[in-house]
């Protein structure tokens, strides 16, 4: 049983390594006073992207496009990653849902 | 002011059709409202809680823990719809016979009303626990908080008003289709939260394929629409759906059809009819 189980969480290693594999590439969305920085961003297209987003703002914000296909919550003072594509080439935009008259941003695939 | 307003009403006004569907599709059954006051108080119970605990959510499981979550509680609320479908299949007829012979109220008891009430309850916690974080922040940020807080108790009446806007819409219905109309919809309803789920899943990283974008109508209807969200809540209307996502919602809806099927199926009926 124990082998079993140490097998079974050695394939759930292997299976998850790619992902955390992908999640090296470094891009970062800062949220700062409800703006999004940079406030466009570019990222490799036809593959899967992790963008590390920092919310350093008090309140929390919430991450949206439905280009992207992503909805996320990001409480004040933390950070999440949100995975996306792979995008065909062009723009996608994006908001933060909750302050969305300053924040907005787009991501660049190419 | 109107910025919380809107948001806020976004939110509810999802949670709410689907309130109003359920309500329709229990028209007529004793004891609903208890039950559907209870899934209500429930979510919003689960919402504060949701929210207060938003940080810890997110950094679960290598931070997708919100995903994750989200996948779940849509996930559930399939399998509960589908329980419900099926067993309207089953018993709809005679509930409708009865009906017919004592009016309008049916004995209480015979109907999952849970299942209901736990779709409700999680609607309600999905979408409140977002209204509870937003409206936190407005407190947080202090100073205009009164007029937006205005605003989103504003957007809370204007959804619970589109809930009873749902409901009367649905009850214009003539009593003998309303299980068939309710039906369809539960089943559209439940294959567009699949199709979320899915996407979850795959935001996640516990999907890995089938992440293309199959075709793109934003140019048409965009989800922003209210038009276009209205559609995202009842059918599932995606602009830009991903293969995945498609075959979450065909699928769902296959497997509602044959849990139907199934569920209609009587040895003594068919015997009859042979």
Do not use: C
């Not at chain 2, 399998?79 to 004592?102: D, F, K, P, S, T």
């Not at chain 2, 004995?107 to 977002?130: N, Y």
């Not at chain 2, 009446?157 to 068939?180: D, E, H, K, N, V």
């Not at chain 2, 830009?240 to 059809?257: H, K």
């Amino acid at each position: 049983m124990r082998t079993l189980l140490t097998v079974a969480a050695f394939a759930a290693f292997v299976a998850l390594a790619p992902a955390a594999a992908q999640a090296a590439d470094d891009f970062t969305l800062t949220i700062k006073d409800h703006k999004f920085t940079p406030a466009e961003l570019k990222v490799p297209a036809n593959k899967r992207v992790a963008i590390t987003v920092v919310n350093s703002d008090a309140t929390p914000e919430e991450f949206e496009s439905n280009a992207l296909k992503v909805e996320k919550v990001i409480p004040g003072g933390s950070k999440a990653t949100v995975r996306i594509g792979p995008l065909k080439p062009g723009r996608y935009e994006f908001v933060g849902e909750f302050h969305e008259d300053t924040a907005k941003g787009v991501i660049v695939a190419e | 002011m109107l910025g919380a307003l809107i948001i806020v009403f976004r939110e509810v006004l999802e949670a709410g059709l689907i309130i109003g569907i359920v309500m329709a599709a229990t028209r007529g059954v004793v004891g609903r409202g208890r039950w559907i006051t209870f899934g209500v108080l429930g979510g919003v119970a689960g919402a504060g809680v949701v929210a207060l605990f938003a940080s810890v959510i997110s950094d679960a499981f290598e931070g997708v823990g919100q995903e994750l979550f989200n996948a779940a509680i849509l996930g559930v609320a399939v399998v509960m719809l589908m329980w419900h479908n099926a067993w309207m299949a089953r018993h709809g007829r005679e509930i409708a016979a009865e009906m017919r012979q004592i009016g309008t109220e049916v004995s209480e008891g015979a109907k999952p009303l849970t299942a209901l009430a736990v779709v409700v309850g999680l609607a309600v916690l999905r979408e409140g626990s977002e209204v509870v974080l937003f409206l936190y922040g407005i407190f947080a940020q202090g100073t205009s908080g009164a007029s937006l807080l205005t605003g989103g108790v504003l957007g809370i009446l204007a959804g619970a008003a589109f809930t009873g806007l749902t409901y009367a819409g649905l009850l214009a219905i003539p009593q003998r289709y309303i299980f068939s109309v309710t039906s369809w919809l539960i089943a559209l309803l439940a294959a567009g939260m699949a199709a979320q789920s899915a996407q979850f899943l795959y935001n996640a990283g516990v999907i890995n394929r089938m992440g293309d974008t199959v075709w793109d109508t934003s140019w048409a209807l965009s989800e922003k629409s209210l038009f276009g969200q209205l559609m995202h809540t009842l059918i599932g209307y995606v602009s830009q759906p991903t293969a995945l996502q498609l075959v979450a919602y065909i699928g769902t809806l296959l497997a509602m059809y044959l849990l139907m099927r199934v569920a209609r199926y009587r040895p003594e009926a068919r015997a009859v009819r042979v």
